[in-house]
T-cell receptor
């Protein structure tokens, strides 16, 4: 069965420093992978998605993620954190039927000034 | 205009009651979903539905039932509410399946069962 594991439940960075949110996936097929962000008291918003095209995927707000099949990873990065990046981030894989998204448990990103 | 809207935003009710959460999307999407987010922020699919097929997560109790009066609406009805039903429920929609399509989420309904 497919699954995602977010390796850190909480990441804290200073404004202006790089962000790394780690995600490993498990799948018996070539998955579609996503990162979603949830700001406090808001719905989820798609940051970026990987669907078997380029392995380095660029998303909104300066985020990007690299699909590494050999490591079964899809880590999310950003060169320089902003205060507005503080939120909950979810790594997501689609199920094989393509009918549902399977969410990781989330990583809370805190950004300090 | 809000793409996916849910009402109510907050719902507080007693155990044993029956309640509904409404969801509407104005994007013309074919597929709508309900997700449950527990207190640990874990999101889990409950249902996906288009005008052809309802797919139910087998772990969802049959007290939960989606009702779709038309393509733009997918309401969630819950019978005999239990304490464990307390969570945030998110409605979402997409054009077609999720594999290649972006999901648009509503802002959530926080359900508290007392």
């Amino acid at each position: 069965a497919q699954s995602v594991t977010q390796l850190d439940s909480h990441v804290s960075v200073s404004e202006g420093t790089p962000v790394l949110l780690r995600c490993n996936y498990s799948s018996s097929y070539s998955p579609s992978l996503f990162w979603y962000v949830q700001h406090p008291n808001k719905g989820l918003q798609l940051l970026l998605k990987y669907t078997s095209a380029a392995t380095l995927v660029k998303g909104i707000n300066g985020f990007e993620a690299e699909f590494k099949k050999s490591e079964t990873s899809f880590h999310l990065t950003k060169p320089s954190a902003h205060m507005s990046d503080a939120a909950e981030y979810f790594c997501v894989v689609s199920d094989q039927a393509g009918t549902a998204l399977i969410f990781g448990k989330g990583t809370t990103l805190s950004v300090s000034s | 205009d809000t793409a996916v809207s849910q009402t109510p935003k907050y719902l507080v009710t007693q155990m044993g009651n029956d309640k509904s959460i409404k969801c509407e999307q104005n994007l013309g999407h074919d597929t709508m979903y309900w997700y449950k987010q527990d207190s640990k922020k874990f999101l889990k699919i409950m249902f996906s539905y288009n005008n052809k097929e309802l797919i139910i997560n087998e772990t969802v109790p049959n007290r939960f039932s989606p009702k779709s009066p038309d393509k733009a609406h997918l309401n969630l009805h819950i019978n005999s509410l239990e304490l464990g039903d307390s969570a945030v429920y998110f409605c979402a929609s997409s054009q077609g399946g999720v594999t290649n399509e972006k999901l648009f989420f509503g802002s959530g309904t926080q359900l508290s069962v007392l």
